[in-house]
């Protein structure tokens, strides 16, 4: 049992920590458009002060406390980590990471940022030790409304878009490519990641993860 906490809770942090590298990557390459929720985050950065990770602590704090208010239940302590661990991350690797003036070097690490990101959520989500919390919210949105993951997740990221363009945050061909492909990226990397996971616990069944 205690193998089976270590490896789910190293690939999660694992997960989340290269996450953050792959949303910091495409902020660094933001002369393109970065995805919506950090759109959110800069414009607020940008009106408020305060800082870029800062203030995806707090919005996810916001949602998930709204979310559990609703569905009176509180969330996993995953989740809780989730919204920290990304937010600390991330301001890290935007310290960390040096500032490229250049076109083709902004186009080359957004690009990468993408597929760090989307692998890194991979990782994070395939030892389902807690949602983060805007997947919290629009799980809650679909079981309230009926509506399909698509149809919510599409028009949260998009009044999200929106509301961060309004207050100074970069929208660009690149928010749409985050759109399009972080989900395909997340496609291959979900189940890679579980079959890693599930061969360093030395089982096949993914039901021991849930």
Known sequence: ?????????????????????GISMTIKGQRLGIGPWDVLHIGLYKKFGLSIG???IITGLLIISIVSFIVREWPKLGTWINIV???VCID???WLLPEITTLWGQIIIFILGIIVMGY??????????????RDSLMLLLVDKFGF???GIRTTIEVVVAILGWLLGGPIGIGTVMIALFIGQIIHYALPQ?????????????KSVLF
Request: hydrophobic share 45%; charged share 15%.
């Open 1 to 21: 049992m205690t193998k089976h906490y270590i490896y789910r809770w190293g690939f999660f942090l694992a997960g989340m920590i290269i996450m953050a590298l």
């Open 54 to 56: 800062t203030w995806n």
């Open 85 to 87: 661990t990304i937010g």
């Open 92 to 94: 890290l690797f935007n």
């Open 120 to 133: 890194g959520a991979g990782i994070y989500v395939s030892p389902i030790m807690g949602a983060g919390p």
């Open 148 to 150: 399909t993951i698509k």
């Open 193 to 205: 990641s579980q079959k890693v996971l599930l061969k360093c616990l030395g089982e096949k069944d």
